[in-house]
């Protein structure tokens, strides 16, 4: 046996980076997960902490609340999201539902504990036998689906929360495009719901607002300045002052933009796709005369 047989498998290799920590690659696009900081501390900083998961769960409430982990790649959001919830004063049980379409990764990790001491042995064998892990209580559930997500998202509860941490449109451009985006809406449309993600690309945040999500800037991730946080009207509406939100700033640059409109939408389509975004009732009420002219 070759000595990197136990950090390959399939499409995916384990990087170490010089940092210290290790994270997972895929072969063929070159992309790391977690490629420059530490895939807990990023785990929580972005993904946990901003969705206040802990205030969350200590809220009474009948009803579970729902966490979207889309993108399980190898755990480490799911992971962030179960230490907080079992160090957290939880009143309020919760689900993890992970979405991913190739576990090799997962399995990967698995294979090599000691450098992805986050993952928690007993768990993440469950959710690869029988994909769900229950707490002892049956408060805390993690459930794993398997396949696309355009196809297993209807097959799940509706989020109030998501974790959308998927590989980038050069890898992955099904998971980026406004339709997807736009089913997704249609999920949450009437709920309180936000999604969380690492990007801050000009065009995957115009496919947010074309979908109808109201966008805000997130935290600073690693080589990122900011990150994103999407909001359907109802969570935008309960408290319009809690998110930072994209104003006239980001329009103004967008409508500059040479990678403005996302990869489905076609050139006959791009006028539309504009007026949707202006029409947005997050820049409806902004002057028209301070806006550049349309470029299409």
Not at 86 to 97: G, K, M, T, W
Not at 170 to 192: I, K, Y
Not at 215 to 229: L, M
């Amino acid at each position: 046996m070759k000595s990197d047989e136990p950090y390959r498998l399939g499409n995916y290799e384990v990087h170490k980076a010089w940092e210290g920590f290790a994270s997972i690659r895929q072969i063929s696009s070159g992309e790391i997960m977690h490629s420059r900081t530490d895939p807990m501390e990023e785990a929580r900083r972005l993904y946990v902490e901003q969705a206040g998961l802990a205030e969350r769960a200590h809220q009474c409430a009948a009803e579970p609340l729902i966490l979207w982990d889309v993108g399980l790649g190898a755990a480490a959001n799911a992971m962030a999201a179960i230490e907080c919830y079992e160090n957290a004063d939880a009143q309020r049980s919760l689900q993890v539902i992970s979405f991913e379409n190739d576990l090799d990764p997962l399995r990967l990790a698995a294979a090599n504990l000691k450098l992805f001491p986050y993952l928690r042995a007993e768990l993440i064998d469950a959710i690869l036998a029988a994909s769900e892990w229950r707490a002892n209580d049956g408060k805390l559930i993690w459930k794993l689906l398997q396949g696309d997500f355009a196809t297993t998202m209807n097959q799940a509860p509706a989020p109030d929360v998501i974790f959308y941490d998927v590989f980038s449109p050069n890898t992955s451009p099904q998971l980026w495009r406004t339709a997807l985006f736009r089913e997704l809406f249609g999920v949450c449309r009437n709920r309180v719901t936000e999604l969380f993600t690492y990007t801050c690309s000009t065009a995957n945040r115009a496919a947010l607002f074309a979908a109808g999500f109201f966008v805000a800037r997130g935290r600073r991730a690693g080589e990122k300045i900011e990150t994103t946080i999407a909001m359907t009207p109802a969570a935008f509406h309960r408290d319009p002052a809690k998110r930072d939100l994209l104003g006239l700033d980001w329009l103004r640059r967008w409508e500059r933009s040479a990678a403005k409109f996302p990869g489905d939408v076609a050139p006959n389509e791009r006028s539309a796709f504009e007026k949707i975004i202006r029409d947005h009732e997050q820049f409806r009420n902004l002057p028209s005369t301070e806006r550049l002219p349309s470029t299409t």
